[in-house]
T-cell receptor, first 116, second 112 residues
Framework: GAVVSQHPSRVICKSGTSVKIECRSL??????MFWYRQFPKQSLMLMAT?????????EQGVEKDKFLINHASLTLSTLTVTSAHPEDSSFYIC????????????FGPGTRLTVT | GESVGLHLPTLSVQEGDNSIINCAYS??????FIWYKQESGKGPQFIID?????DKRQGQRVTVLLNKTVKHLSLQIAATQPGDSAVYFC???????????FGKGTRLSVIA
């Protein structure tokens, strides 16, 4: 149980375009989902917290107009990277918290974004 | 031995030896801690967790030790195997309904 999926697993896009990444909780309902970004040889850095039906809360330094997050249902959150630039190339990982739990977070497999 | 690379420190151990990976966490108010294993190109994989009211917890081949006095967490892996080679992260929760905050990570390299 507690499986989180991400789609796509890897994507290449051209500079200036937008790309959407989906995060789904497959066998549980997630009131809260989190988006992390990981650059090579570095740790996971929290970008934002999204709660179903409300606006996401962004971490300091993360542009909310560039990284659009939508959490329209209890099993789906999306991250859209708008007007992507090469410096946005990174590994994006989502996690979901079961609405029954206050602590456990279940992580997706990650999405490798490459902006050319 | 242990060495510090550009971003991630690396711990090299011989197959069959025990590994100890250390983590200094940041917030004295944190009450829940998790160790994750991450293989290249994959998401973090849960290994073991511990709550702040405990100082030791054991799993299969792994033990987590928590020292709240010095804000230190360690992961011990017994009889390290080549499949244990990965990057290991500690993560902390400051309270209920807050996101996990990740430490810097340590790369474990097992020498066969």
């Amino acid at each position: 149980g507690a499986v989180v999926s991400q789609h796509p697993s890897r994507v290449i896009c051209k500079s200036g375009t937008s790309v959407k990444i989906e995060c789904r909780s497959l066998d549980f309902q997630a009131t809260t989902m989190f988006w992390y970004r990981q650059f090579p040889k570095q740790s996971l850095m929290l970008m934002a917290t999204s709660n179903e039906g409300s606006k996401a809360t962004y971490e300091q330094g993360v542009e909310k107009d560039k990284f659009l997050i939508n959490h329209a249902s209890l099993t789906l959150s999306t991250l859209t990277v708008t007007s992507a630039h090469p410096e946005d190339s990174s590994f994006y990982i989502c996690s979901a918290r079961d609405q029954e739990s206050s602590y456990e977070q279940y992580f997706g497999p990650g999405t490798r974004l490459t902006v050319t | 031995g242990e060495s510090v690379g550009l971003h991630l420190p690396t711990l090299s151990v011989q197959e069959g030896d025990n590994s100890i990976i250390n983590c200094a966490y940041s917030n004295s108010a944190s009450d829940y801690f998790i160790w994750y294993k991450q293989e290249s190109g994959k998401g973090p994989q849960f290994i073991i967790d511990i709550r702040s009211n405990m100082d030791k917890r054991q799993g299969q081949r792994v033990t987590v030790l928590l020292n709240k006095t010095v804000k230190h967490l360690s992961l011990q892996i017994a009889a390290t195997q080549p499949g244990d080679s990965a990057v290991y992260f500690c993560a902390e929760n400051i309270g209920r309904n807050t996101p996990l905050v990740f430490g810097k990570g340590t790369r474990l390299s097992v020498i066969a």
